[in-house]
């Protein structure tokens, strides 16, 4: 059963009570909360993905998202996230909750999955072929991920790439797009289709808006894509469109600089990479128009 | 909550008997093994006992997917540890000061089964009381420098404790704890470290550090778990005691456990061996001799304390994996950490200083 089609009286009790387990790309999510951003962001957001029973399957995360204590309720409402029962980041303005959850889940997925290098990058496929988008904070690599969802490439993730040990293969993690400031209002005249969720003011990131994901692409989570380039994507206005290719070396140390775990993983990691690049060019591109970058990516993506 | 009731839980059932857990757990106890597991630090140990009782297989592929991860994350703190060892040596060697080991990094120098997917959140040391300013010297000469904590705290450390305040290295912003004694010199018990120099050993592979025999392993692990006071990785301690014990007590080992009470007597620490038997054999049933336990337990408590003991030790011991902490296990902690303090020190010491912990607020 898809979330779309639970009832919504009965989702706010399963999310007030013993709690809604969703397939989040191959986890199992199960979310406790009676916040209100987070009881109308889930459905709008998540309406796509399969509602689990927890009597029958086996929950990865076990996540909450309520207020830290009663005293502060009426002071300063805040939000606090659980993992197991377990809080490992402060709490935030009640209005982030489902952001919160959103950057919440980030950390659980990234700290748990060893048998993967993750990569903080946006990827995106089509025709078999796996774009990997490393790129700090600003660099407006969840952007143009959004730009090429909105034109029909999969999704597999905006937030990490993470590349199983054993077939070198990109897992997918298909979830909302989290887009900042501007760039929401960009996507939106981009593509009047696209489903966004309350835009919440005033986090760490500024204005932060999640973007519904296709559900074409939740439907292939299941499907390992190979990674064809790995672009380090930046947008700069009025600039003229620049492509450089990178060397394996500069794309290694560059890549590596964006890894959750490559301090866990050590000598794996580097094999990891180093197998990736292998068969991925590094190229990078600052771009001005997504016109201009939707060519390059074409260009790059007729390549051997 | 009652030791059944414990014993009935995914996680202890699991260490206690992975093949019972493989017959018997549904989706229901997969899932709350796999929640409190990773609260409770023990994530990796599981997948050691899981690949020790030949039993791997037969996981569910979530479970596995989540002890594959964890044991990756095991062997980066073993490969770390042994990078630690080699620092540390190197600074004390020259300075003449002998080092031994202590507890998780230990246990995975010395290549003991506790060792495998032990996660540690700093590495323990022993040095000879006499060279304690030698080695802070040395220590401090390498990198290591002590942590920020005000003036009282520097001399509460220096004057009463059995350590040094914890100490940093300034690039690799490890934690080390330099230890000259298993328990504060106030102590009610009075183990004496000079004792625990006299059979350490060297194993080949640890780089030329001492750890404790392993009798003295047993106990200073358990000394460490009920005379500190301090329970967060209280339930993963507990574990390296049964994992100890089944490694040195097993079968045709009677030699051991005539060694451990011998030994436990001789340095005054009877009473937390009493505990650390107890518990692990009530939860984890370790194959304890029963001519053992019961001599243990002839040098426990009373009858009234050791029921009130069982009951604030047992709380304390499954803090980290209780489904909500209520009012009764917030008072348990509180008693443990008072009871900590009234066997570390003299009523004349010990009224002033819990008064200023309770007044002056922790920092950071």
């Known amino acids: ?304 | 909550m009652s030791f059944e009731y414990w014993r009935q839980h995914p996680l202890i059932g699991f260490i206690r008997a992975p093949e019972v857990a493989l017959g018997t757990f549904g989706p229901l106890q997969w899932s709350c093994l796999i929640g409190t597991a990773r609260r409770a630090n023990l994530m990796s140990r599981l997948a050691s006992t899981a690949a020790a009782s030949g039993q791997d297989d037969a996981l569910p592929a979530r479970v596995v997917e989540h002890f594959a991860s964890a044991r990756r994350v095991a062997q980066a703190a073993r490969t770390a540890t042994f990078r630690e060892a080699r620092q540390i040596v190197a600074a004390l060697e020259p300075a003449g000061v002998p080092v031994v080991f202590l507890k998780g990094a230990a246990y995975i120098l010395a290549g003991l089964e506790a060792g495998n997917g032990r996660l540690l959140g700093d590495v323990d040391i022993l040095v000879p009381r006499d060279q304690i300013a030698a080695a802070e010297r040395a220590l401090v000469a390498a990198g290591w420098m002590t942590t920020k904590i005000d003036n009282y705290d520097q001399r509460y450390y220096r004057q009463w404790m059995h350590e040094l305040p914890p100490m940093r290295h300034l690039d690799r912003g490890t934690n080390l704890d330099v230890h000259h004694s298993i328990l504060p010199p106030t102590a009610r018990l009075k183990p004496d470290p000079a004792l625990l120099w006299d059979t350490i050993s060297h194993p080949a592979e640890a780089l030329g550090a001492g750890v404790l025999s392993d009798v003295d392993l047993v106990l200073h692990s358990a000394t460490h778990l009920f005379h500190e006071g301090e329970f967060d990785n209280g339930l993963r301690d507990l574990v390296d005691l049964h994992v100890l014990l089944v490694e040195f007590g097993g079968a045709g080992e009677d030699a051991f456990w005539l060694r451990l009470l011998a030994r436990a007597r001789q340095l005054d620490l009877l009473r937390p061996l009493y505990y650390a038997l107890r518990f692990s054999c009530a939860l984890f049933d370790t194959p304890i001799p029963g001519a053992v336990l019961s001599e243990s337990a002839a040098k426990g408590p009373d009858s009234t304390t050791a029921r009130l003991m069982d009951a604030v030790l047992l709380a304390c011991l499954t803090s980290s994996i209780a489904p909500a902490r209520g009012p009764g296990l917030g008072l348990a902690l509180l008693a443990a950490f008072v009871r900590s303090h009234y066997l570390r020190m003299p009523t004349r010491l010990l009224v002033p200083h819990l008064a200023r912990k309770l007044v002056v607020p922790e920092r950071g």
């Not at chain 1, 639970?6 to 009570?17: D, F, H, I, Q, T």
């Not at chain 1, 919160?100 to 993750?118: K, T």
């Not at chain 1, 499907?223 to 700069?236: D, K, Q, S, T």
Request: with cysteine.
């Open chain 1, 1 to 304: 059963m898809k979330l779309s089609q639970r009832p919504v009286p009965s989702l706010e009790m399963e999310l007030a009570g013993s709690g809604l387990m969703l397939e989040v790309g191959g986890f199992n999510v199960r979310v406790k909360s009676s916040v209100e951003s987070v009881v109308r962001g889930l459905p709008r957001l998540y309406a796509d993905y399969t509602v689990l029973d927890s009597a029958e399957s086996i929950v990865d995360f076990d996540i909450s998202l309520n207020p830290p204590s009663q005293v502060r309720r009426w002071l300063r409402p805040q939000i606090q996230f659980l993992l197991d029962g377990f809080s490992p980041f402060k709490p935030l303005p009640r209005e982030q909750g489902f952001a919160l959850f959103e950057w919440g889940l980030n950390w659980c997925i990234a700290n748990h999955s060893h048998r993967y290098l993750v990569i903080h990058a946006a990827v995106v496929e089509r025709d078999g072929r796996a774009f990997i988008f490393p790129g700090a904070p600003g660099s407006g690599k969840s952007t143009l991920c959004a730009a090429l969802v909105c034109r029909g490439w999969r999704l597999l993730s905006d937030e990490m790439a993470m590349v199983s040990l054993e077939s070198g293969l990109v897992r997918p993690v298909p979830r909302p797009i989290s887009l900042k400031n501007e760039s929401i209002d960009i996507i939106r005249r981009f593509d009047a289709n696209a489903t966004f969720g309350d835009a919440v003011r005033d986090t760490a990131k500024g204005t932060v808006g999640h973007m519904k994901p296709p559900a074409a692409s939740i439907a292939r989570a299941a499907e390992h894509a190979r990674g064809h380039r790995i672009v380090f994507p930046r947008y700069r206005a009025d600039a003229a469109c620049d492509v450089r290719r990178l060397t394996a070396g500069e794309t290694f140390m560059r890549v590596a600089s964006n890894t959750f775990n490559y301090h866990v993983l050590g000598r794996a990691g580097f094999d990891a990479l180093g197998d990736l690049l292998a068969c991925c060019a590094g190229v990078s591109l600052e771009y001005a128009s997504f016109a201009d970058a939707f060519e390059v990516i074409e260009a790059l993506e007729n390549e051997l």
